[in-house]
């Protein structure tokens, strides 16, 4: 059985992340509904981090193309980065890069936090909370409680 580690609320509707039997899982509704939610907070585990942007300004696009992913395979205070080998092999490729390829490549470049970094529950609720508008919540006993 899949086990949700993360629900997330953006403009387009509820979506969620976790683990289940083959690895990590993936699931978008493009429903904003209430119910959505408490279907998603049913199957999560206790603690689960849960966060509405929907009235999130144009930082929480930011954030979301530029900043890390969420891993559910990582502990709450992991971090999977992009390594020094990663950056030189996309410089090598750069010159071969056309468009929005080559958009990514240079913000994979950065030495801070980029789109192809990955880190856990606990420094991915850091990253949403410093941003203005995210409400921040999580499951327990299949409810989510969101703080004040």
Same mark, same amino acid.
């Given at each position: 059985?899949?086990?949700?580690?993360?629900?997330?609320?953006?403009?387009?509707?509820?979506?969620?992340?976790?683990?289940?039997?083959?690895?990590?899982?993936?699931?978008?509704?493009?429903?904003?509904?209430?119910?959505?939610?408490?279907?998603?907070? /049913?199957?999560? &585990?206790?603690?689960?981090?849960?966060?509405?942007?929907?009235?999130?300004? /144009? &930082?929480? &696009?930011?954030?979301?193309?530029?900043?890390?992913?969420?891993?559910?395979?990582?502990?709450?205070?992991?971090?999977?980065?992009?390594?020094?080998?990663?950056?030189?092999?996309? /410089?090598?490729?750069?010159?071969?890069?056309?468009?929005?390829?080559?958009?990514?490549?240079? /913000?994979?470049?950065?030495?801070?936090?980029?789109?192809?970094?990955?880190?856990?529950?606990? $420094?991915? &609720?850091?990253?949403?909370?410093?941003?203005?508008?995210?409400? $921040?919540?999580?499951?327990?006993?299949?409810?989510?409680?969101?703080?004040?």
């Amino acid at each position: 059985m899949d086990v949700l580690k993360l629900i997330g609320k953006g403009r387009n509707g509820w979506h969620a992340s976790g683990v289940g039997q083959w690895g990590t899982v993936s699931c978008s509704s493009y429903d904003t509904r209430e119910e959505q939610l408490l279907k998603f907070a /049913a199957q999560a &585990e206790d603690g689960a981090l849960v966060y509405d942007a929907s009235k999130a300004g /144009a &930082e929480f &696009e930011v954030m979301v193309l530029s900043g890390p992913m969420f891993d559910p395979k990582l502990p709450p205070d992991g971090v999977d980065r992009f390594t020094k080998d990663d950056r030189a092999a996309m /410089a090598r490729m750069m010159p071969g890069l056309g468009g929005g390829f080559k958009d990514l490549a240079k /913000a994979g470049m950065r030495e801070t936090f980029c789109g192809f970094d990955k880190v856990g529950s606990k $420094i991915y &609720e850091e990253i949403l909370s410093a941003v203005p508008g995210v409400r $921040i919540g999580h499951v327990h006993g299949g409810q989510v409680v969101w703080k004040e």
